[in-house]
């Protein structure tokens, strides 16, 4: 098989590296991809939302089968314009249509998903700029902290969550009325506070049947102790040590079986991986959000942990089949490590050279924001690269991926050195 990945960060370097594996692939292209990606498949030099561009690509290179990494060409409707295109509309695509991907795209369409199949949440309710006034009433009704979350995509910098009433409502105003997020805060949804342990629960579905991957745990601000700004992540970890048994039953039946139920209901065909950012509040598990790809660092935990040929499990969800499936999962922990460049998710300089790549022997390099010139491997995003290694526990795994970014570096770089602490 000839097999696309659309995207350019880690997500798409560690899909890269596994679908490299299977005997089934021909030939591997990632558009845009990056210096990790250049040396196992071939990049091309597109945007993810040039959809014209992507089918000269397929075209071009005979593609069997298209992967999306990241959400907005989703959202964008890339799905959709392979099904309308005579030429393209044999090709699968592995991720959801428009319609399914407004889980992602409208936090205020995922909460009356959630609430219209009974599935556990936050209470929320949603203002516009019209409703202003009753959504600083509606702050004053809740305890603090308060969760203000822009509707629309805000590459994960949208969420902001406030002990003060004071700056809620004015950043509520700012959200609504000064575009502090651009189009993404037309809407705002306000919810109540959630207090526990965040993790992720991923489901490959093909619409009727599904498979539950991996539970894992990012962390997602720059300081240690989980201070500071909110990033894309720092880090991940799987397991998560909780999240088996009686919990794991719970998610599975009030959430992930609602779920896909649920988009099969509502006639929202959907074909490829939901990410459930879940939280556990003393036993109970409740949905933050839906996102319609798999997150980034938890794709570099997840996929390593993953045993079957994955183009098999591709071609199973294209096929509508995935029922079928054993799904084989490594017993071990992997752990990932995000090394990010100086004074990112704030401004950041790019171009600087990484050294010491080569000399990681016990962990596998996932590049994210990295690109080539020539034989050197420079510096090319915020987050640059992560560092994945297993273990028979998340703490073994750790002391791995510790030890073995220790040997990368690169000017400004910058990793947390306390992850898991939480566990």
């Known amino acids: ?29 990632v558009a845009p991809g990056n210096a990790g990606t250049a040396a196992i498949a071939t990049n091309l030099p597109m945007g993810v939302n ?25 959202v964008n409707g890339v799905h959709d314009f392979f099904l309308g295109d005579d030429e393209l509309k044999h090709i699968p695509v592995i991720g959801p249509q428009k319609a399914a991907a407004t889980l992602e795209g409208s936090k205020d369409f995922s909460k009356r998903f959630m609430a219209r199949h009974s599935i556990p949440t936050a209470a929320y309710q949603s203002f516009t700029a019209e409703t202003l006034e009753a959504g600083k009433q509606f702050l004053e009704t809740l305890a603090p902290p308060y969760v203000l979350k822009a509707d629309g995509l805000a590459a994960g910098k949208g969420v902001l969550i406030l002990d003060d009433l004071s700056t809620a409502k004015a950043e509520l105003e700012a959200m609504l009325t000064q ?20 993790l992720s629960c991923f489901v490959l579905t093909d619409g009727e049947g599904y498979k539950v991957l991996p539970t894992a745990k990012d962390y997602k601000r720059i300081g240690e102790g989980d201070t500071g700004l909110n990033t894309g992540g720092m880090g991940a970890i799987s397991p998560v040590p909780f999240a088996q048994g009686e919990f794991m039953d719970k998610v599975v039946e009030r959430i992930v079986k609602p779920t896909v139920n649920g988009l099969k209901s509502d006639n929202l065909p959907y074909c490829g991986f939901i990410f459930i950012g879940l939280i556990n509040v003393d036993g109970e598990p409740k949905v933050i959000e839906y996102n319609v790809r798999m997150g980034d660092p938890e794709t570099e935990v997840v996929i ?41 998710p704030e401004a950041y300089e790019k171009g600087k050279e990484i050294k010491g790549i080569q000399e990681v ?61 939480d566990l």
């Open 1 to 29: 098989m000839n097999i696309l990945i659309l995207g350019s960060g880690g997500r798409e370097h560690t899909l890269a590296w596994k679908i490299a594996q299977s005997p089934k692939l021909n030939s591997l292209f």
């Open 50 to 74: 040039d959809f014209v561009a992507i089918k000269s690509a397929v075209v071009e290179n005979q593609i069997d089968l298209v992967l999306v990494g990241p959400e907005d060409p989703l």
């Open 179 to 198: 575009a502090k997020f651009g189009a993404a805060s037309q809407t705002v949804v306000i919810e109540e506070f959630l207090s526990g342990v965040e």
């Open 304 to 344: 390593p942990r993953i045993q079957n040929d994955f183009v098999d499990l591709l071609q199973a969800v294209a096929e509508k089949r995935l029922a079928d499936i054993d799904l084989q999962i490594d017993p071990r922990a992997a752990t990932t490590v995000m090394a990010v460049s100086g004074g990112y």
């Open 361 to 421: 022997e016990d962990a596998i390099v996932f590049h994210a924001g990295t690109m080539s010139e020539g034989d050197k491997v420079l510096t090319n995003g915020g987050r640059v690269l992560a560092v994945t290694a297993y273990g028979n526990d998340f703490k073994s795994a750790l002391i791995k991926s510790y030890t073995e970014i220790s040997k990368i570096g690169f000017e400004g770089m910058y990793y947390r050195k306390d992850l898991g602490f």
